[in-house]
């Protein structure tokens, strides 16, 4: 797998955010294509003028189409991360079995939901940390390879920091799932998340996942 970003979209109000809003998304995709990359993911935020993307490779490529045609109308970031499934198995030590690469699947019959979590640890040292994130890593990726859960996880370059995107049944299911999850149990208070509710973009041919 190459580098991978997550592109972050923000449209400034006006009277033709919607243009705007696809604009970016098709200038997005067009510059990765041109620039031998690959879009993985594209999400609307719903109830937001706004819109985030997993690129691999090229995102320097999409961000110039994107900002070039509509600069003025929006704000543009950039953060880089990596695969969890390379930080479950190199860092963590979860078993290959779980660690292969990420299908990229998430189905149309569910609700989508985007989780940014941000993990502290005050009171617990490093080693104990890390045991705490190889189970919760252990049982999100259990989720995946069972069948029971259509999700795709990411961790940001350089930080506690991990993007979930997860399909669920409904709000009540997803806010069930966060409060059993191991590291939930170990350090509730010290986990921070932000949860949106997404809707999946069209990617365009070309452009999708091997």
């Known amino acids: 797998m190459g580098d991978l970003h997550l592109i972050d979209i923000r449209v400034n109000p006006g009277a033709y955010v919607k243009d705007v809003l696809f604009g970016c998304w ?21 109830g937001e003028n706004r819109i985030i993307s997993i690129i691999e490779n090229a995102v320097e490529a999409g961000a110039e189409a994107v900002n070039a045609a509509f600069g003025d109308h929006t704000e543009l970031s950039c953060t880089p991360l990596r695969s969890y499934e390379g ?26 939901f985007w989780l940014s979590f941000n993990l502290e640890y005050r009171g617990m040292s490093l080693p104990d940390f890390l045991s705490s994130w190889k189970a919760e890593a252990q049982s999100v990726l259990n989720l995946r ?45 010290q986990i921070h998340i932000v949860t949106k509710s997404i809707m999946a973009l069209e990617v365009s041919s070309g452009q999708t996942q091997d």
């Open 26 to 46: 098709m200038n997005l995709q067009e510059g990765v294509r041109k620039g031998g990359g690959k879009t993985i993911w594209g999400f609307k935020i719903i």
């Open 87 to 112: 930080l479950a198995e190199h860092v963590l030590g979860v078993d290959k079995t779980l660690t292969e690469p990420s299908p990229h699947r998430l189905g149309n019959d569910g609700r989508l």
């Open 145 to 189: 390879a069972s069948g029971k859960m259509e999700l795709d996880i990411f961790k940001v370059v350089g930080q506690r920091n991990v993007h979930l995107f997860i399909k669920c049944p409904n709000h009540e299911i997803m806010d069930d799932i966060i409060f059993t999850l191991p590291i939930m149990k170990d350090l509730g208070n």
